[in-house]
């Protein structure tokens, strides 16, 4: 039979049987009540979690520790891990940003060979052919003969020359996180730094002024408009690129930089190993490329993000990261962002026990960790805030004492313990875990991870412990 015109075909099926018993009918009714009760529960339940949600706040967590330290990786592979959307979206802004890494790396080497060059002889200007005398020609003559540098090496600084006009480019495109600190005092050699010396490390409480941080989805929409126009530098890069390959491979540079202690690959933003993979028109940044893509915080970075299903921390639910410049001028700004923050996570790099910091060469980064990890304990705003430490750059420490750099030669109180990564990272540990005991106001947990936090599955690892 043909339904009337207007009849609703769904109300048709949904209907109850013509020849329902009043026993079925009864039934029918129970059911449909249960089910209903089930959906409105279902319904409230989730209109309670919203209203939790919302009195709940967002989560604020305060990244602090000195320049370099790994406070923008951290943010990154928290961004990685639990807003994986969001991080997709931005991955390609970084293309501008490792680019400039790539140049910056190339320049610093090339300056080294030129500065050996220049040091050999090679930089200084010649006699032209029409005023040499003989005896000038024999000289040089001889001096060629014996010169390690071959023209080749003029030839690459020449070829490479361009490189330096880009890196000036991608600095002005990138903006103030592209400068490096520079150092305000002369660079000692091999300074002790023994454990527990007090410095001038001052974290105040007025929260008069707090500057108004600069947000990352404004950063990230300064990068896209910076990558609209690479075009031009990845045709430099192009050209540039067997000649940069060269440079870096070279035997000769190679030892130039072992004579000088240099350990590029050390550093971050190093990609020098990555040239034929980078220099390509469309290249587009991995996952740990962005993560070990370097870039000065400046001031203070704002990193808002919604947490995704999936993960045992509270999904739906925002959270802000700040990541605080730890340059020793600017720890005076942090104090106003202590307030309301659920947690801080301090990021003490462990590798850095032979090195100094590079706005005081006077001063050590291990120590100077130390006692901005002292500060930040004993902080009477901060006396009821979780602290999560993470001892940062285990990989590279690793490296280090393989290579065999003594620990013991830049922290004497290390004695004669083996001297091996993971002595070492214990012994660091400890040093760290006494400071938060005698400084900490009142008792609270002590929570420490060795981290390499540019290795994102390493640190993926380490925040599902922490999630737990």
């Known amino acids: 039979m043909i339904p009337s015109v207007g009849l609703d075909p769904l109300a048709l099926l949904l209907a109850p049987p013509p020849d329902e018993t009043p026993q079925q009918k009864a ?3 129970r059911a449909e009540a249960e089910a209903r009760k089930v959906s409105e529960a279902i319904d409230e339940q989730i209109r309670q979690e919203r209203i939790a949600l919302k009195k709940k706040g967002p989560v604020k967590v305060l990244l602090l520790g000195q320049s370099e330290s790994g406070k923008s990786s951290t943010i990154k592979n928290f961004q990685l891990r639990y807003a994986r959307d969001q991080w997709v979206a931005e991955r390609l802004s970084w293309r501008t940003v490792i680019y400039l890494n790539l140049v910056r790396n190339v320049v610093e080497v090339l300056d080294l060979l030129v500065q050996a060059m220049e040091a050999n002889g090679n930089g200084r200007r010649s006699t032209s052919s029409a005023d040499a005398t003989d005896s000038d020609k024999e000289r040089r003559s001889q001096s060629s003969s014996n010169n390690k540098f071959s023209d080749k090496y003029s030839l690459l600084k020449l070829r490479l020359a361009p490189l330096r006009s880009v890196l000036t480019d991608l600095e002005r495109r990138v903006g103030p996180g592209s400068q490096e600190v ?20 001052v974290i105040g409480s007025s929260n008069s002024y707090k500057r108004r941080p600069s947000t990352r989805e404004g950063r990230t929409s300064s990068l896209q408009m910076q990558n609209e126009d690479h075009d031009e530098v990845t045709d430099i890069l192009l050209v540039c690129k067997e000649d940069m390959k060269n440079l ?33 028109r469309d290249y587009e940044p991995s996952d740990d490329d962005v993560v070990r893509a370097r870039l000065r915080s400046v001031g203070v970075q704002e990193h808002r993000f919604t947490v995704a299903a999936g993960h045992l921390l509270d999904q739906g639910r925002e959270w802000i ?47 100077d960790s130390l006692q901005l990890w002292r500060t930040v304990c004993s902080s009477r705003i901060l006396a009821k805030t979780q602290i999560i430490l993470f001892l ?32 070492a990272m214990k012994y660091f540990q400890h040093h760290f875990k006494e400071i938060f005991k005698s400084c900490s106001r009142e008792p609270r947990s002590f929570f420490a991870y060795f981290t390499s936090v540019i290795d994102t599955e390493a640190t993926a690892a380490t925040l599902t412990m922490g999630e737990y």
């Open 182 to 201: 520079s150092s305000l005092s002369s660079p000692t050699s091999e300074r002790h730094m023994p454990f527990g010396r007090e410095s001038g490390v």
């Open 321 to 367: 990261m700040y990541d605080l410049e730890g340059t020793t001028s600017s720890r005076a700004s942090w104090a106003p962002f202590f307030d309301d923050v659920n947690a801080i996570i301090f990021l003490a790099p462990v590798s850095c026990f032979d090195e100094q910091l590079r706005e005081d060469r006077n001063v050590n980064r291990l120590e």
């Open 392 to 423: 940062n750059k285990c990989d590279i420490l690793r490296n280090k004492l393989r290579r065999g750099v003594l620990v013991n030669n830049y922290v004497p109180s290390f004695g004669d313990r083996t001297n091996d990564a993971v002595t």
């Open 27 to 29: 039934a029918r009714e």
């Open 248 to 280: 870096w491979e070279d035997p000769l540079v190679q030892d130039i930089l072992g004579k000088r202690r240099v350990r590029i690959e050390d550093t971050s933003g190093f990609f020098l190993n990555d040239i034929d993979r980078i220099v390509s």
